[in-house]
């Protein structure tokens, strides 16, 4: 399989946590020394594909809380976040995955914060596919359909971008349509989800699974598939036809200081509810 990864430019070897690459907030105010009135920063790890739900909350309550400050340590994977928070790198960190028991320090607390759908898409080139039914996804994924007019497409070869096996994305692929058959050899294997979203939009004729959410936020111009003739939408999932769901949520220490109280009291308030909502993620009840 080629496989497409990322320099680390700063190495953090705590379980999967595969970058420790600071991004600073987009605050006008970032360093709580030169400016007293700002908050000392909260800092955050996130699973890659969790990590958009973090930006989303984190702006919203800087917009009303301008001495707030946020630094996102890591975009790695859920393990990697979760270990930076009980070894006090980080204040939260978000997972793509439920707490488990083997995690659980004792030290920390975890709440379900929203459900985001999996969507499968396509580059905007692929004309005339609108849905895919189980068998025909499976084929593309082992390789037995290869060409976009076999589903009544254009001519032209498929590229499968995918992620690493052990990824959420991945498991739920495999859980709802995939099953254990080998992933074809050709495939293009991208470690974080934002790579994947990346190549697809600049590569004719791929295919991926990715967060719909994400897409919503930035209005990707990309081609949203029907999974078995069903859309990838909140109603569809509320009525149960559309199943392949991630479950975010948010895990911190259970005596946080005072400035990460107050923002977890925001994220899990009617007001971070709503945000939530009208950003394209399904809010845990």
Request: charge should be positive; hydrophobic fraction near 35%; glycine fraction near 6%.
């Amino acid at each position: 399989m080629k496989i497409i990864t990322t320099r680390i430019l700063l190495g953090l070897v705590v379980l999967g946590l595969c970058s420790c690459n600071s991004v600073k907030s987009t605050s006008p105010t970032n360093n709580s020394q030169n400016n007293p009135q700002t908050q000392p920063p909260i800092k955050l790890a996130g699973s890659s594909s969790s990590v958009t739900v973090l930006k989303v909350l984190t702006e919203a309550y800087q917009a009303n809380n301008q001495t707030a400050t946020f630094e996102f340590v890591s975009q790695g994977q859920s393990e990697g976040a979760i270990a930076a928070l009980k070894n006090g790198i980080v204040d939260i960190a978000s997972s793509s995955h439920k707490l488990k028991p083997e995690e659980d320090n004792g030290k920390i607390q975890y709440r379900e914060l929203a459900e985001d759908l999996l969507i499968v898409a396509t580059h905007n080139s692929v004309k005339g596919v609108t849905n895919v039914t189980t068998d025909q996804l499976k084929s593309i994924y082992a390789g037995k359909i290869t060409n976009w007019k076999e589903l009544g497409g254009p001519n032209a070869k498929i590229l499968v971008l995918d992620r690493p096996e052990d990824e959420s994305a991945k498991k739920l692929l495999r859980k709802y349509y995939l099953g254990q058959d080998k992933t074809t050899t050709q495939a293009v294997i991208l470690n974080k989800e934002g790579e994947l979203i990346d190549t697809l939009q600049s590569t004719p004729y791929s295919i991926g699974a990715f967060s719909l959410a994400y897409s919503l936020i930035n209005q990707l111009p990309v081609n949203r598939l029907n999974l078995n003739g069903t859309a990838p939408n909140k109603a569809n999932f509320t009525n149960g036809k559309y199943q392949m769901v991630r479950h975010l949520g948010l895990i911190w220490q259970k005596t946080p200081t005072s400035n990460t109280q107050k923002f977890i009291d925001f994220v899990f308030s009617p007001e971070g509810t709503k945000l939530l909502q009208d950003k394209g993620f399904i809010p845990h009840n």
